[in-house]
């Protein structure tokens, strides 16, 4: 969950702030109320640029999406 934080209170709280953001807390800055940037760990950004990758390459995301239809069906088999 993101946590809202005015630009101004970023800015007078930046070095506890990364303490809390490397500890999973994730930042939502606002200026003049409006969200303008996220603020989150170097690792969680790394995640999510991978899983972009993968959705971008097609034959992955089709890959994905037949997997989540065979779940849904019930068509998955076990791996023993």
Do not use: W
Not at 5 to 12: C, F, G, L, M, Y
């Amino acid at each position: 969950m993101l946590r809202a934080i005015s630009a101004t209170e970023a800015r007078n709280t930046f070095l506890p702030l990364l303490d809390k953001v490397c500890n999973g807390e994730r930042y939502m800055v606002t200026r003049h109320g409006q969200p303008v940037v996220v603020v989150l760990s170097y690792e969680e950004y790394s995640r999510i640029e991978a899983t972009l990758r993968l959705i971008e390459n097609r034959k992955i995301a089709s890959d994905i999406a037949s997997g989540f239809e065979d779940e849904k069906e019930d068509r998955l088999t076990p791996l023993d």
